[in-house]
């Protein structure tokens, strides 16, 4: 007997901003694929990652916690992944057939995290790559399937270092230099294809399809390098409070997180980047065809987002963790081809979303019970909520980041950001001013609606253990932590 429930396909990329989708009227990115998903389904203008780097914001999404609850408030390697419910552990039993194909960024890297299967491409992960602080059951090559594969093809000494790019923050950008069917990114459609062809067809599957790109390196095929490079776009935008100059010329260095980056350089990476998006968006159209192919599409949900975005210059700064809209805010499209769940086709979404939803969603989705562990809600029903007012009014998210530690609050249309080491505050109304060039934190008018955004933080930071809040008002200086004391404990169960 087949069982009839949809298939759950979710689609996840690294690092890629929020507006980087043509058919969010990106002036110069093209996603052709990624837009014909969001005609068939929801898109979402305002979903945001709550704490803004890859180990993080991967735990949202397998376990639909807040960082409160996951306890992973920075970046931070080697903290065992030990948690009771995660999205393809409660799939799993409840019938459905699970698999994983690339990045999960998870301890130890080979942990299963309730899947029945993961083929793993982590990408450059620095310490697994360090020989001489691991052991060899911890190493690169002993956890990863995507190198041992490009191997025996390009021969035995193939690495991913080849191109001399930094594999995790560069601004340096090349084309990729062997044959584009031995890409990262093609493997991951490759594999993905080959689940649909071994999977069980007696039950519904979910297969999450893990992209490691647009992340550093910035290696595009050589045929999207050149769709790009050269091409008339604009400047990163640059606000009126960001540091104007790099007395360091910190901009020069490859790996950098802010800085003035020569500007041919900067293009390049610019360029590079996009390349790489539109990459992955026609591997998508691959996977979509094989999926025709199979049968399943019209019986497949579809979710495709990426766990935090890319600053790419914005304020002369680069790469995540900071709450800036280029950071934190994500694409988000819930597609529905076979209209098994009675969503509006090319809906636009303003209620605002975070990653810590797709998890209840995919179980609604599904039929599936909730755990009480979640604090995501579902998005499929985010449309009549928001008209009835009992959608969230906003969310919270942080990230420990040294002297630039922060907290955040936003509903999408306005944003406070409290820097928690320095006690700097900044405002910004992003109905009138999406891009963050102005900091009106100062400002008279803006008056009510500070003390409005501080009062939530503060409610938000009341209790937590490194005392940010005291005799109800925010305190600054308070040392940071990654990783909170209680899933440090669960770690070492």
């Known amino acids: 007997m087949y069982d009839s429930r949809p298939n759950l396909l979710l689609i996840t990329v690294d690092q890629m901003r929020g507006d980087c989708l043509s058919i969010l009227g990106h002036p110069v990115v093209e996603t052709p694929n990624l837009d014909q998903l969001a005609r068939r389904g929801m898109l979402f203008q305002n979903a945001y990652s709550s704490t803004p780097t890859c180990v993080p914001a991967r735990a ?55 899947f029945h299967h993961v083929v793993l491409h982590d990408g450059y992960l620095h310490h697994n790559r360090f020989k001489h602080t691991n052991k060899v059951a911890e190493s690169h090559d002993s956890c990863d399937d995507y190198l041992p594969w490009l191997r025996e093809r390009a021969g035995a000494g193939a690495d991913l270092l080849d191109l001399g790019l930094d594999c995790n923050a560069s601004t340096v950008a090349r084309p990729w230099h062997l044959p584009e069917a031995l890409h990262p990114s093609n493997w991951v459609a490759t594999q993905s294809i080959d689940f649909l062809r071994r999977r069980d067809p007696r039950k519904p599957f979910f297969l999450w399809s893990s992209f490691v790109r647009p992340h550093p390196p910035f290696d595009p095929p050589q045929a999207y390098w050149d769709r790009y490079d050269g091409a008339d776009f604009p400047d990163p935008v640059v606000g009126e409070w960001a540091e104007q100059d790099d007395p360091a010329r910190s901009g020069l260095d490859p790996i950098t997180r802010s800085g003035i980056v020569p500007r041919r350089r900067l293009r390049r990476a610019m360029a590079a980047y996009y390349a790489l998006i539109s990459h992955i968006d026609d591997q998508l159209g691959r996977l979509m065809n094989a999926m025709e192919e199979y049968g399943v599409l019209d019986n497949t949900v579809i979710v495709f987002t ?16 900071l709450p800036y809209e280029g950071s934190a805010k994500v694409p988000l499209i819930i597609a529905d081809p076979g209209g098994r769940l009675g969503i509006r086709q090319g809906e636009s979404i303003e209620a605002v979303a975070e990653l810590r939803d797709i998890m209840p969603t995919l179980l609604d989705c599904a039929g599936v019970d909730i755990p009480s562990s979640v604090d995501g809600e579902s998005l499929l029903g985010v449309r009549e909520r928001s008209q009835d007012g009992s959608w969230r009014s906003f969310i919270h998210g942080e990230h420990a980041y040294g002297e ?32 963050e060039r102005t900091n009106v934190a100062g400002e008279e008018f803006y008056a009510a609606s500070r003390q409005l955004w501080r009062e939530r933080l503060v409610r938000e930071l009341n209790g937590r253990e490194e005392g940010y809040v005291q005799d109800g008002k925010l305190v ?14 669960h770690a070492n169960d």
């Open 306 to 321: 990426s766990d935090h975005g890319e600053l790419l210059g914005d304020h002369h700064l680069f790469r995540k963790a």
């Open 476 to 489: 600054a200086g308070r040392p940071p932590r990654t990783c909170l004391r209680h899933i440090l404990t």
């Open 404 to 435: 630039q530690s922060h907290q955040y609050v936003t509903d999408g249309r306005q944003k406070y950001i409290w820097f928690t080491q320095t006690d700097e505050e900044q405002l910004f109304d992003l109905e009138l001013d999406p891009h």
């Open 60 to 114: 949202a999404l397998f376990t639909g916690m807040s960082p409160r609850s996951h306890g992973r408030v920075g970046y931070e390697e080697k903290v065992p992944w030990n948690y009771e419910h995660t999205l393809p552990g409660e799939l799993a039993k409840a019938g459905y057939h699970t698999q994983c194909v690339g990045k999960m960024h998870v301890d130890p890297a080979r942990s299963l995290c309730g």
